[in-house]
């Protein structure tokens, strides 16, 4: 649906209206009255995360599949060193997965193989090593999020039929 011209300007306009800077020229604003945890914060969000290019596209990103992941980098007396995003097509959150531990939460990334083209479970991360972003429009879709496009995809898909049905037919016209 993203490649329909009509889809991809209303995602990029979501993207560009959830990332109006303010007039200090931020999109964010950190409010607090501790100037340590400002500076803490101010370097994890523009500095490790740099959201000034990349919250537009990781916004675009959920909106479109109504889920976001950042694979956070952490290390001891640092903290949060780098993020990477990953595709909502490898990764699975984890609920109630553990009878002794029904609060527990983690997520598992899917290993793909190019030979066999299939894909087996792969490595486990924990709550806090995965930064999980959904649309909790609706909670028939938890634990995931639901996309923007979730209204339009049956009308999507019935415009596309309908333009193949008119192609057939006039081809065997």
Known sequence: MDADP???SAL?????????????????????????????????????????????????????????????????????????PLSVYEVSRLENHDPSNP???QFQLEEYNELSRSSKPGQMYENYEIAHFRNL????YLPYGKSMLEGARRVFKQLT????????HRMMR
């Open 6 to 8: 009509i889809i991809s």
């Open 12 to 84: 990029d306009i979501y993207s560009d209206e959830s990332t109006v800077t303010n007039v200090e020229n931020r999109i964010l604003n950190i409010k607090t009255d501790n100037p340590k945890v400002h500076n803490i914060l101010h370097n994890l969000f523009y500095d490790i995360m740099n959201i000034e290019f990349n919250l537009w596209a990781w916004l675009r990103n959920l909106t479109k599949y109504g889920d976001f992941y950042l694979q956070l980098d952490i290390l001891d007396k640092y903290g949060i060193v780098n993020v990477k």
């Open 103 to 105: 609060k527990l939460v």
């Open 137 to 140: 429009a609706d909670s028939n």
């Open 161 to 168: 039929l309908m333009e193949d049905a008119m192609l057939i």
